[in-house]
């Protein structure tokens, strides 16, 4: 019975061992099915929202933006720029293999994607912590993105754009797909394709593309600015050396064909390199949007420049930087402004290509004796006039014992005399006087708009301010008294015609900031600067100017603002690093410059004489105070002007110069 109650049934079989092909064809079934199931999933979730892939030949780019002067002179465009798509057989042999050697190696071997640089990405996407995904994308993969998708990095995205790159494989040749990335890509600079990026960067169809230039634009894959052949010169030519050797190591080209196209010069297009008012439109530029919001067609931007005054504010700069190189002299900036506020020259550096920070409105540099005239205007409105006595001798404010530049003192003289020789007692002392806080009120009032600290020091120029804020400061002292903002941008309108903002459109009413006696007084006084003061170097004759030079602490900044009839233009020079210059003061380079661009820019302005106040007689000729001018201005002195705050600790002052000593 107990054998029956187990069913009757003998021990099982031993299970037959399958033999090494049955176990490779039984898993490769089992991964099979479950590779079917996982692209099933797969699909299901990344693809149920892939993009409109008929959109594929349809051409979409930003709306481009043309900036005009204010005469309708073209000052450049910004935003995309298309050319007709070129045929990969007309290409050189080399520019699409530049492209395949730095982005895609495997380019004919994959279908549409690389496992293997795929898995190298998630592996070291795996151990950031935060930052940039790394994409390991094929040529197939960024084409499907530029096509179809946004740049955005995140894993959606990426399995989105695989799925993408396979559909291309499938549906076209890779003759075919070579050819759309090609004429498609993004080169900076506005530039889409590879007609459009050989056009804008060295003038010349694709077809003719050497070498070295295609390995320069296979370069700029990795970072269209950052690899800019027009603004990181350096950079790009290195980036194009990796090229060429990657290309050298996939036998594209032989070691031979690699140093020939290291002895060929590259020559990027001047137009382009060349381009005027770049910090000017970069300006503008960071103002459109905010205007009249993200363009959705091209617009065309009437601005208030004038090219030929840009022109020769560029070559000032350039000239006076480069003459005063050695006294330490690296950088420059100048802004003009007319009575009504508007730019009419704008340099924020001496070259565009080597730096984009834009000094004229980016920078904050201490004013210097410069900011002395809100001073002597806050004096005039609570009294005082030019003719006002008072003594140069030592004071002491508090804990803080101002001293002048040559550690001299004149005695009793009046106020005229104090600012057209900059004198550092007489501006403290009345400073304390008046008020800070109301020498700060008219400052602003004018247009200052930084912040100003109500120390005794800011007296002497201890705010910082910006080119743009002199200019636009200094414009009531040379219009008659009325605040004139700056500004660069007149209309703007559609390419079509529809205007979207208009700067005359419900402007306000001028708003006078100066009233009478003062405005007459400042002008008096800040006229005698020009003629006998600090500022004589900037004096253009046959013109009525007036001005203020202005030079900080250790000679860090050197500052001549000046003016005549409704025109106004602000200088500054000294090193972004804020180190010291070599005793390079206000009445020196920027006077210089001052004077080489108002020299051209005044026969074209037409400019009337300052209102108010009355202009001084010339000085009588001075045969041996000509020859001290003369060599003062060969060293950049100043003979009246000390820097801010070096003699204010207590150091002993510098020995005078021979062609220092007033006669």
Same mark, same amino acid.
């Given at each position: 019975?107990?054998?029956?109650?187990?069913?009757?049934?003998?021990?099982?079989?031993?299970?037959?061992?399958?033999?090494?092909?049955?176990?490779?064809?039984?898993?490769?079934?089992?991964?099979?099915?479950?590779?079917?199931?996982?692209?099933?999933?797969?699909?299901?979730?990344?693809?149920?929202?892939?993009?409109?892939?008929?959109?594929?030949?349809?051409?979409?780019?930003?709306?481009?933006?043309?900036?005009?002067?204010?005469?309708?002179?073209?000052?450049?465009?910004?935003?995309?720029?298309?050319?007709?798509?070129?045929?990969?057989?007309?290409?050189?042999?080399?520019?699409?293999?530049?492209?395949?050697?730095?982005?895609?190696?495997?380019?004919?071997?994959?279908?549409?994607?690389?496992?293997?640089?795929?898995?190298?990405?998630?592996?070291?996407?795996?151990?950031?912590?935060?930052?940039?995904?790394?994409?390991?994308?094929?040529?197939?993969?960024?084409?499907?993105?530029?096509?179809?998708?946004?740049?955005?990095?995140?894993?959606?995205?990426?399995?989105?754009?695989?799925?993408?790159?396979?559909?291309?494989?499938?549906?076209?040749?890779?003759?075919?797909? &070579?050819? *759309?990335? $090609?004429?498609?890509?993004?080169?900076? +600079?506005?530039?889409? /394709?590879?007609? #459009? !990026?050989?056009?804008?960067?060295?003038?010349?169809?694709?077809?003719?593309?050497?070498?070295?230039?295609?390995?320069?634009?296979?370069?700029?894959?990795?970072?269209?600015?950052?690899?800019?052949?027009?603004?990181?010169?350096?950079?790009?030519?290195?980036?194009?050396?990796?090229?060429?050797?990657?290309?050298?190591?996939?036998?594209?080209?032989?070691?031979?064909?690699?140093?020939?196209?290291?002895?060929?010069?590259?020559?990027?297009?001047?137009?382009?390199?060349?381009?005027?008012?770049?910090?000017?439109?970069?300006?503008?530029?960071?103002?459109?949007?905010?205007?009249?919001?993200?363009?959705?067609?091209?617009?065309?931007?009437?601005?208030? &420049?004038? *090219?030929? $005054?840009?022109?020769?504010?560029?070559? +000032?700069?350039?000239? /006076?930087?480069? #003459? !005063?190189?050695?006294?330490?002299?690296?950088?420059?900036?100048?802004?003009?402004?007319?009575?009504?506020?508007?730019?009419?020259?704008?340099?924020?550096?001496?070259?565009?290509?080597?730096?984009?920070?834009?000094?004229?409105?980016?920078?904050?540099?201490?004013?210097?004796?410069?900011?002395?005239?809100?001073?002597?205007?806050?004096?005039?409105?609570?009294?005082?006039?030019?003719?006002?006595?008072?003594?140069?001798?030592?004071?002491?404010?508090?804990?803080?014992?101002?001293?002048?530049?040559?550690?001299?003192?004149?005695?009793?003289?009046?106020?005229?005399?104090?600012?057209?020789?900059?004198?550092?007692?007489?501006?403290?002392?009345?400073?304390?006087?008046?008020?800070?806080?109301?020498?700060?009120?008219? +400052?602003?009032?004018? /247009?200052?708009?930084?912040?100003?600290?109500?120390?005794?020091?800011?007296?002497?120029?201890?705010?910082?301010?910006?080119?743009?804020?002199?200019?636009?400061?200094?414009?009531?002292?040379?219009?008659?008294?009325?605040?004139?903002?700056?500004?660069?941008?007149?209309?703007?309108?559609?390419?079509?015609?529809?205007?979207?903002?208009?700067?005359?459109?419900?402007?306000?009413?001028?708003?006078?900031?100066?009233?009478?006696?003062?405005?007459?007084?400042?002008?008096?006084?800040?006229?005698?600067?020009?003629?006998?003061?600090?500022?004589?170097?900037?004096?253009?004759?046959?013109?009525?100017?007036?001005?203020?030079?202005?030079?900080?602490?250790?000679?860090?900044?050197?500052?001549?603002?000046?003016?005549?009839?409704?025109?106004?233009? +602000?200088?500054?020079? /000294?090193?972004?690093?804020?180190?010291?210059?070599?005793?390079?003061?206000?009445?020196?380079?920027?006077?210089?410059?001052?004077?080489?661009?108002?020299?051209?820019?005044?026969?074209?302005?037409?400019?009337?004489?300052?209102?108010?106040?009355?202009?001084?007689?010339?000085?009588?000729?001075?045969?041996?105070?000509?020859?001290?001018?003369?060599?003062?201005?060969?060293?950049?002195?100043?003979?009246?002007?000390?820097?801010?705050?070096?003699?204010?600790?207590?150091?002993?002052?510098?020995?005078?110069?021979?062609?220092?000593?007033?006669?």
């Amino acid at each position: 019975m107990a054998n029956a109650g187990q069913g009757g049934r003998g021990p099982r079989p031993p299970r037959e061992k399958r033999s090494p092909l049955q176990a490779l064809i039984y898993w490769v079934l089992v991964l099979g099915v479950w590779g079917l199931i996982f692209l099933v999933a797969f699909f299901a979730v990344f693809a149920v929202d892939l993009p409109d892939t008929s959109s594929l030949y349809d051409v979409k780019r930003q709306p481009s933006v043309s900036y005009l002067d204010r005469s309708g002179a073209l000052v450049a465009v910004r935003g995309s720029q298309y050319a007709p798509p070129v045929d990969l057989d007309r290409l050189p042999e080399y520019v699409p293999e530049a492209f395949i050697a730095i982005e895609d190696r495997w380019y004919y071997w994959h279908f549409g994607f690389n496992p293997w640089g795929i898995v190298r990405s998630q592996i070291y996407n795996m151990r950031r912590e935060s930052g940039p995904l790394r994409g390991g994308s094929t040529i197939t993969q960024q084409l499907a993105r530029n096509l179809f998708l946004t740049p955005s990095q995140n894993y959606r995205r990426k399995a989105q754009e695989l799925i993408l790159a396979v559909w291309l494989e499938a549906r076209f040749s890779k003759k075919q797909i &070579l050819e *759309l990335y $090609l004429n498609r890509v993004y080169f900076g +600079a506005g530039a889409y /394709g590879i007609e #459009a !990026a050989s056009q804008r960067y060295f003038g010349k169809p694709a077809e003719r593309l050497t070498l070295g230039e295609a390995a320069l634009l296979a370069g700029m894959m990795k970072g269209p600015s950052r690899y800019s052949p027009v603004s990181a010169t350096d950079r790009a030519a290195r980036r194009a050396t990796v090229v060429l050797d990657k290309m050298v190591e996939a036998k594209f080209i032989t070691p031979q064909e690699r140093e020939a196209a290291f002895r060929t010069k590259v020559r990027v297009n001047p137009v382009l390199a060349n381009q005027r008012a770049q910090y000017f439109t970069d300006w503008v530029d960071d103002q459109v949007r905010s205007l009249v919001g993200e363009p959705t067609e091209d617009l065309v931007v009437e601005t208030t &420049l004038d *090219l030929p $005054l840009q022109a020769a504010a560029e070559q +000032a700069v350039q000239r /006076g930087v480069a #003459a !005063a190189k050695g006294q330490g002299v690296e950088q420059g900036a100048l802004v003009s402004i007319d009575g009504e506020g508007r730019v009419r020259a704008y340099v924020g550096g001496t070259n565009y290509l080597q730096t984009q920070f834009d000094r004229a409105t980016m920078a904050r540099r201490q004013a210097g004796s410069a900011f002395k005239p809100f001073v002597y205007l806050a004096a005039m409105e609570a009294g005082r006039t030019p003719d006002t006595p008072v003594v140069d001798e030592p004071v002491k404010i508090g804990n803080w014992e101002p001293r002048n530049y040559t550690g001299e003192y004149l005695g009793p003289i009046n106020l005229q005399t104090a600012l057209a020789q900059s004198v550092n007692t007489v501006a403290a002392r009345l400073a304390n006087e008046v008020g800070t806080s109301n020498v700060a009120a008219a +400052a602003r009032r004018l /247009g200052i708009t930084s912040n100003i600290q109500l120390d005794p020091s800011m007296a002497l120029g201890a705010v910082e301010v910006s080119p743009l804020e002199m200019a636009q400061a200094y414009a009531p002292f040379a219009n008659g008294g009325f605040l004139a903002r700056g500004y660069g941008i007149e209309r703007i309108r559609t390419s079509s015609g529809r205007v979207l903002y208009d700067h005359s459109v419900d402007r306000p009413p001028r708003q006078a900031v100066i009233g009478q006696p003062a405005l007459a007084y400042m002008n008096q006084m800040m006229r005698t600067v020009i003629v006998s003061g600090t500022g004589t170097r900037a004096n253009v004759s046959g013109y009525d100017i007036a001005g203020k030079t202005g030079t900080t602490s250790d000679y860090r900044d050197a500052w001549f603002v000046g003016y005549t009839g409704g025109f106004v233009t +602000a200088v500054w020079v /000294g090193k972004d690093d804020n180190k010291p210059m070599r005793r390079v003061t206000g009445g020196g380079a920027p006077a210089g410059i001052w004077k080489d661009f108002m020299t051209a820019a005044l026969p074209r302005l037409k400019v009337q004489p300052i209102p108010g106040g009355i202009a001084p007689a010339p000085a009588e000729p001075d045969p041996i105070g000509d020859v001290i001018d003369g060599i003062t201005d060969f060293f950049g002195g100043d003979r009246g002007e000390e820097p801010r705050s070096e003699f204010d600790e207590g150091q002993p002052p510098p020995q005078r110069r021979r062609e220092e000593v007033p006669f």
